[in-house]
Nanobody, 124 residues
Framework: QVQLAESGGGLVQAGGSLRLSCAASGRTYSTTGMGWFRQAPGKEREFVVSIRWRHGSTHYADSVKGRFIISRDNAKDMVYLQMNSLKAEDTAVYYC?????????????????WGQGTQVTVSS
């Protein structure tokens, strides 16, 4: 089993920045990559960004490209999401997820472990 814990959410004004953290514990060696997803009220959960543990390759949703940056610290089993130039439409619960898939994936169904989520609210 793998446990994930997000932190760093909060309330920020439009144009501001927030940094989310995800701490992974347990059998992290069984995972191949990490992802961030978000879910706004009344909407389906959507992919934000992913990163592979081994090579650090990343994949961003078009809606956050150029504004969000994902990074990892393999030694600490940590993943970070730096969110800049935040917009009101970025308001959502953000979830950290881990996958055991042998390939990069943007599909939530291919992620095996999930955190509880952290609320990000951007005021306009």
């Amino acid at each position: 089993q793998v446990q994930l814990a997000e932190s760093g959410g909060g309330l920020v004004q439009a144009g501001g920045s927030l940094r989310l953290s995800c701490a992974a514990s347990g059998r992290t060696y069984s995972t191949t990559g990490m992802g961030w997803f978000r879910q706004a009220p009344g909407k389906e959960r959507e992919f934000v960004v992913s990163i592979r543990w081994r090579h650090g390759s990343t994949h961003y949703a078009d809606s956050v490209k150029g504004r969000f940056i994902i990074s990892r610290d393999n030694a600490k089993d940590m993943v970070y999401l730096q969110m800049n130039s935040l917009k009101a439409e970025d308001t959502a619960v953000y979830y950290c997820a881990a996958t055991m898939a042998p390939h990069d994936t943007i599909f939530s169904i291919e992620y095996d472990y999930w955190g509880q989520g952290t609320q990000v609210t951007v005021s306009s």
